[in-house]
């Protein structure tokens, strides 16, 4: 059994088809064999009273019925899966022997089985499952295959297109519920991300909020110690690094809360990658990492909100860094598509992005790092879609990740 199939509420909803499955398999089994053997021949003069007696006769019914307690023993082991395909293939294993009996050697002419077999088909979407779907449709079909050839009928032919157009209809049923279930389904999951995203982003910003103040008391102080005893010790300059560190985390934190409001202006591409490669520099070189930038023609001034871009930036630039920490090259490129498209690529040589995980990029909390924060890109993306940009990350084959901006140079 699957995962997914094992939870309780998934094995009751399963349990009470099938046996409401049951319970019309037996209503209509009985119905149509009282109504054919008993009722019909009254009124109509060739037929005795009675079951076929060259067929299994009573023992057909005896042994229809003792699928019955086999049903009760899996439904009560807690796997009611199975039960469907019992009764599927036992019935038409009987069927068929019944049938053969009744007519191999003999000139009758072939009258199909019970309508019951119908119901297999025609009330499979019931389960919502496709295997049980093909299932009985070639069960069905084949059954009336192997007879049609044993017997050289061509009485089959009828039942055959019978279930074939209720295969058809069966089909367009099924998956209509599951699709419909699908979509009901990715509804209940987005919610539940968005809930979820609510909550920690309120929990992030007030806590964030609370942390912000003490820490830039303590920068100042670090600051203040730092020019009143210039020369006492290095310790310092890594101080002050750690709060802005820090400060930056709670930055991204408190994105999650409310984003902020972004102010559109026309900045200059030029000067933004300038500042992020001051600011990442340093780590970079300490790294063994080189950065070549390289910017294709006269670059027209780009509507954005240059403070946030310059954020995304530096996200994408410590991400490439990071992904190489025995040192390699970063090509940084530039270039606007029919002045309407600026493209900007972060190329690295680093260790890449395994397949599975690239659908979560962007998650919060993501993270593949021991002291990432799984932040940095989640709030590049939204940036990047408040600027109605795209983004797009590329798994190069030699070795590296590629991530590619694409930004409209002008807002509408
Ligand atoms: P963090 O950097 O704190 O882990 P991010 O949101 O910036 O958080 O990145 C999430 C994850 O995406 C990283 O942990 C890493 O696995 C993957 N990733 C992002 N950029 C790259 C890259 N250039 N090369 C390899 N992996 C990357
Ligand atoms: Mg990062």
Redesign the pocket.
Known sequence: MKESTKNPKLIFEETKTVKFFIALFYIFFFSYDIFHYYIVPIYTKEGMVGLENNGLGFWFHIAVIGLLPIAIFFIKRGNPYIVKYIFLFSFAFIEMINSLLIYVGTDKDYGSGNIVELLFLFFSPIFVNKKYFWTAALTMIGKYTIIGSILQESNVVLPIITFFVLSVIAYFLLTRFISYIDSLTSVHLELRKKEKLAVIGQMAAGIGHEIRNPLSSLKGFTQLQQERYPNTNDYYPIMIQEIDRINSIVNDLMYLGKPKEIKFAKANMEEIIAYTLSITQQQAEKQGVTIETILEGPLPPLECDSHQLKQVFI??L???I??MPDGGKIKVNVRVLEGKKMYIS?D?E?????EE?IL???EPF????R??????????NQIISDHNGKIQ?ENKLDK??K?TLILPVIQK
């Not at 993501?366 to 790092?369: A, G």
Request: aromatic share 8%; glycine share 20%; net charge negative.
């Open positions: 996200n994408l410590k991400n490439a990071e992904s972060v690295d680093g260790y890449g992005i395994d995980n979560n990029l962007g993501f993270t593949t790092k002291d990432g924060t799984g932040l940095g890109l989640m709030v590049t990350f590296g990740t991530v």
